[in-house]
């Protein structure tokens, strides 16, 4: 689509998110990248002390299980930051979880009774006699069931253990290079659905932004929370938020679209949550708050019934749920335990919710309900912890653009009138590839005018295209010009003619000053070598390197 003319000089003022906030987030979402940020703000408080309460908090996963789809090595981050600290000291856990208040529960029986799921019990114990959670994770173990989009078996595994997520927040780590690319990578590659291209093109579509915003949320989160090793403290590192999200305005455009997905599930089993029970002493006040946050959610967020449409569409949809199942085991190659941890918990988040989406609709309402009721703890735990994930990256990406702006105007430059706030998020309509191009050529010549240090991965990526051959990347133009406007170009070409005049007069004046020094050096030179061919030895004066010679820095 092209640009309306009046739009234009706007468009050229646009710094790293190019976007604009009044678009819709995509094909299949009635919603604005604004309406969005308007409804995280509302719901945002909620979500943070939701995922706070003694319910949500904790996870099960299993550290030690073998990479499923290659060769392992079994090496491991070995960085503090990428450690998990498992639930072990029963001790520090509120009065509630101790044994003696939740009546049976001991350590011991916790080792007899390893058929089960050791630290569920643990968890239900916390909802004794509350039926449906409790007791529908249960059935769900021994229940093998073919709409699921990841492998709750996993949570019966006797070797998982119990994570408080609260006390493993996930942040940057020091996990990457190429064990983590090769993560990426095969994730990538699960795209690609061999079923009829045409029809498949919406359900690849909706895969790839799922990947891709899951991988730029986790982007957000490193850069949101960096260390400073200077300080000491974890803070927000915008370079590396511009450098691995901010200047791929297809990345954040996929945040969005992620919290579409998970806030469509959410609003779909609004009406069949009455069966759900917590907790005893939170029942209310956490039911409280699920339903406050749904309640800011609209059924235009995401239209699901787009995606599967077509006479292809059960081949394709058991096609997409296999792959994304993959996605999911994946998460098992991952070296650092703390990013399998959250990479965990966000693929669960978004395997229940195409659960919900695309599983829920051909049944009748009994079925609906049963549907719900027979969703685990542990993927009603993953779906609130993505939300959160997703929640706070898109409240950082808020942050980070108040950070750029600062950083503007702390410039004091005319650039600063490029970047006025409310251009933040103005986009090329659609994003059109030409002008996208270009505004990242600008957004790397303004980073780097901004600040010398930062840090450009431009040319890294462009390296890691060839790996990443599936990946629907714009190839880069070479940079003609780094230039912004003529008049810089101007005011560059006169420092720089006046630079090369300054050297000339001051090489002249130094020859001037230095000639009486010169004359003495030659005649001594000249003497020496007469008389060395007068007395028949060999010339040993060696013309020397002056380091007092002017060397001419001509631009
Ligand atoms: C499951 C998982 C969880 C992780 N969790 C953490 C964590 O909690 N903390 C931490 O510090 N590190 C984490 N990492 C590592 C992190 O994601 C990066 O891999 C690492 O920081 C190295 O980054 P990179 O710049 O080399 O490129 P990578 O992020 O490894 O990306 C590889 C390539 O993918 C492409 N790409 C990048 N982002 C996107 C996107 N959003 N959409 C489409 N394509 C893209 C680019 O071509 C890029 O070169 C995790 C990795 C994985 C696999």
Redesign the pocket.
């Known amino acids: 689509e092209t640009l309306a003319p009046e739009q234009e000089p706007v468009l050229e003022a646009i710094n790293f998110c190019k976007m604009d906030k009044d678009e819709k987030i995509g094909s299949t979402c009635e919603i604005t990248f604004q309406e969005i940020n308007e409804m995280n703000k509302k719901i945002r408080p909620d979500v943070i002390s939701l995922v706070a309460t003694d319910f949500f908090k904790y996870f099960k996963l299993n550290l030690y299980k073998q990479c499923p789809f290659w060769e392992d090595n079994n090496a491991q981050c070995l960085h503090r930051?990428c450690a998990v600290d498992v639930v072990e000291d029963w001790d520090s856990l509120p009065e509630y979880w101790q044994p003696d208040a939740l009546g049976s529960f001991s350590n011991d029986s916790i080792e007899e009774d390893s058929t089960k799921d050791d630290e569920c019990k643990f968890l239900d114990q916390l909802c004794a006699g509350s039926g449906k959670t409790t007791s529908s994770l249960d059935n769900k173990l021994e229940d093998e069931s073919n709409v699921d989009y990841c492998d709750t078996a996993d949570f019966a595994n006797r070797d998982s253990v119990l994570v408080d997520l609260s006390a493993n927040p996930?942040?940057?780590?020091?996990?990457?290079?190429k064990q983590?690319?090769q993560?990426?990578?095969s994730?990538?590659q699960d795209n690609c659905f061999t079923v009829n291209e045409a029809s498949a093109s919406l359900a690849k579509d909706v895969f790839?932004r799922l990947?891709?915003?899951?991988?730029?949320s986790?982007?957000t989160?490193?850069s949101n929370e960096y260390l400073n090793t200077e300080t000491g403290k974890w803070e927000p590192n915008l370079d590396l938020f511009m450098?691995?999200?901010g200047n791929?305005p297809?990345?954040v455009s996929?945040i969005y679209f992620n919290y579409a997905i998970i806030s469509k599930a959410l609003w779909k089993i609004q009406p069949y949550l009455k069966n759900l029970e917590f907790c005893n002493s939170y029942d209310e006040s956490v039911k409280t708050k699920i339903i406050d946050i749904i309640s800011q959610f609209d059924s235009r967020i995401f239209n699901e019934d787009l995606v599967f449409e077509d006479d292809l569409s059960l081949l394709l949809k058991d096609e997409f749920r296999q792959r994304f199942k993959n996605v999911t085991e994946?998460?098992d190659c991952?070296h650092?335990d703390?990013?399998?941890l959250?990479?965990k918990v966000q693929?669960t988040g978004y395997a229940t919710s195409l659960k919900i989406l695309f599983e829920l609709d051909d049944a009748d309402e009994e079925t609906k309900q049963n549907v719900v009721d027979k969703l685990t703890k542990y993927e009603l735990i993953a779906l609130f912890n993505t939300l959160d994930r997703l929640s706070k990256s898109i409240d950082s990406i808020n942050n980070f653009e108040r950070l750029y702006n600062e950083r503007l105007s702390d410039n004091g430059s005319k650039l600063a009138n490029y970047f006025q706030m409310d251009n933040f998020f103005k986009v090329v309509r659609n994003a059109g590839k030409l002008i996208s191009e270009s505004m990242n050529e600008m957004n790397k010549s303004l980073n780097n005018s901004l600040n010398p240090k930062v840090k450009d991965?431009r040319p890294?990526?462009e390296k890691?295209?060839n790996?990443?051959t599936d990946?629907d990347?714009s190839t880069k133009k070479r940079r003609v010009d780094t230039d912004i406007t003529s008049e810089n170009r101007w005011k560059k070409a006169w420092k720089h003619e006046i630079h090369n005049l300054n050297e000339a007069l001051t090489f002249l004046w130094r020859s001037y000053v230095d000639l009486p020094r010169n004359l003495f050096n030659m005649t001594l030179s000249i003497m020496s070598r007469t008389w060395n061919k007068f007395v028949g030895v060999d010339n040993y004066v060696n013309e020397h390197h002056n380091s007092a010679e002017y060397t001419l820095d001509l631009q």
């Open positions: 930051a996930e942040r940057f780590t020091g996990y990457g290079g983590a690319g993560v990426w990578q994730i990538y790839y990947v891709s915003g899951l991988h730029a986790i982007g989160h490193l450098a691995r999200v791929f297809e990345r996929n994946i998460m991952v650092c703390r990013c399998r959250w990479g693929t991965e890294k990526e890691k295209m790996e990443f990946l990347m």
